[in-house]
């Protein structure tokens, strides 16, 4: 069985990091979890704004 691993972050966009092809985004965890594994890019949400 495999581990999965969901990653929510609050207010940030796709297009904000490195692996997403962002020059200026200094991400190198999250890049490096990546070239690790499976991307979903594709997903929907279903309440895409974040309220408090």
Wanted: net charge neutral.
């Amino acid at each position: 069985m495999p581990n999965l691993i969901y990653v929510f972050a609050d207010q940030l966009r796709y297009q904000s990091l490195g692996y997403a092809g962002d020059a200026n985004a200094c991400t190198p965890r999250i890049d490096r979890l990546c070239k690790e594994s499976v991307n979903l890019c594709q997903a929907v949400s279903g309440h895409p704004v974040c309220a408090p």
